[in-house]
T-cell receptor, first 116, second 114 residues
Framework: AQKITQTQPGMFVQEKEAVTLDCTYDTSDPSYGLFWYKQPSSGEMIFLIYQGSYDQQNATEGRYSLNFQKARKSANLVISASQLGDSAMYFC?????????????WGAGTKLIIKP | GAGVSQSPRYKVAKRGQDVALRCDPISGHVSLFWYQQALGQGPEFLTYFQNEAQLDKSGLPSDRFFAERPEGSVSTLKIQRTQQEDSAVYLC????????????FGPGTRLTVT
């Protein structure tokens, strides 16, 4: 079974609109971390935002916020006021504390294109 | 300090050649990961180092793949007798130890096997 599921292969959004990228996860580990990364066409993975499983509040970083719904095992990324530079691949990933290597488990990604 | 660096950025190899990919992690980061990313897909785990110890190599696709980190800093991923299916971007990441720490990625090495 997939541990990280991103159901939107691609999205087109008008500039300045908000956009929500979906991510659901599957784990039995009570302690885990959820990450979103951005990968522009240049190829580098850029960390955006982190949510810990015990965090009481949803994480926010500038225009990025994470809509964390623990019971639903959902960790959607919300980008407010989208910009042309937001066009990129977006990956949701998870680290589990039971995994002593703390490797990132990745979703398939969502390709976001911002239209002017 | 500087971020994670990788070299070369691009590598073209003829089938059957050996290649070596280098990763220079962020100073002080205990953990180092290698990932393989095929076009249009998410990264796939290859191997993990904690300092100089290779604790997990379960993701290496065959015994042609070998990685080392002899002094607990710079790491090298070596692929022997390259095959066309080895063509991918190889990403290196480093981090502190623990579930809450983000991994910092290098720019990747794009390997094309002809």
């Amino acid at each position: 079974a997939q541990k990280i599921t991103q159901t939107q292969p691609g999205m087109f959004v008008q500039e300045k609109e908000a956009v929500t990228l979906d991510c659901t996860y599957d784990t039995s580990d009570p302690s885990y971390g959820l990450f979103w990364y951005k990968q522009p066409s240049s190829g580098e993975m850029i960390f955006l935002i982190y949510q810990g499983s015990y965090d009481q509040q949803n994480a926010t970083e500038g225009r990025y916020s994470l809509n964390f719904q623990k019971a639903r095992k959902s960790a959607n990324l919300v980008i407010s006021a989208s910009q042309l530079g937001d066009s990129a691949m977006y990956f949701c990933a998870m680290r589990e504390s039971m995994d002593s290597n703390y490797q990132l488990i990745w979703g398939a990604g969502t390709k976001l294109i911002i239209k002017p | 300090g500087a971020g994670v660096s990788q070299s070369p950025r691009y590598k073209v190899a003829k089938r059957g050649q050996d290649v070596a990919l280098r990763c220079d992690p962020i100073s002080g980061h205990v953990s180092l990961f290698w990932y393989q990313q095929a076009l249009g897909q998410g990264p796939e785990f290859l191997t993990y180092f904690q300092n100089e110890a290779q604790l997990d190599k379960s993701g290496l696709p065959s015994d042609r793949f070998f990685a080392e980190r002899p002094e607990g800093s710079v790491s090298t991923l070596k692929i022997q007798r390259t095959q066309q299916e080895d063509s991918a971007v190889y990403l290196c990441a480093s981090s502190f130890l623990g579930v809450s720490y983000e991994q910092y990625f290098g720019p990747g090495t794009r390997l094309t096997v002809t």
